[in-house]
């Protein structure tokens, strides 16, 4: 069974930073985007950070320059370091990947999701 476990989240006053783990496990032939998103109360899920293989990470606009996403291939792990969290940070925030599997001569591609960690950010 292939899944993904998060770590990370918590309680965290304003202008002080977390940083958010995810690891992949399983029967994994290869890992390819991997991302996070994060849901408030009454909000729509938004994307947050993205990073794919051998290209340049992405941010949502309101993490620009205070959150950084990294991912370590050789672990199936991505990260991302939270500085500067205001109130507006406040969400469940998720991780999702695009996880490759191998049966036999087939490779399957899954899109799957973290069971989500909470973010409370005091004022």
């Known amino acids: 069974q292939v899944q993904l476990v998060e770590s990370g989240g918590g309680l965290v006053q304003s202008g002080g930073s977390l940083r958010l783990s995810c690891t992949a496990s399983?029967?994994?032939?290869?890992?390819?985007?991997m991302n996070w998103y994060r849901q408030a109360p009454g909000k729509q899920r938004e994307l947050v950070a993205s990073?794919?293989?051998?290209?340049?990470?992405n941010y949502a606009d309101s993490v620009k320059g205070r959150f950084t996403i990294s991912r370590d291939n050789a672990k199936n792990s991505v990260y991302l370091q939270m500085n500067s969290l205001n109130p507006e940070d406040a969400a469940v925030y998720y991780c999702?990947?695009?996880?490759?599997?191998?049966?036999?001569?087939?490779?399957?591609?899954?899109?799957?999701w973290g069971q989500g960690t909470q973010v409370t950010v005091s004022s």
């Open positions: 999702n990947a695009g996880v490759v599997v191998r049966r036999g001569d087939i490779l399957d591609e899954f899109d799957l």
């Open positions: 399983g029967n994994i032939f290869r890992v390819n985007d």
């Open positions: 990073t794919i293989r051998g290209a340049n990470p």
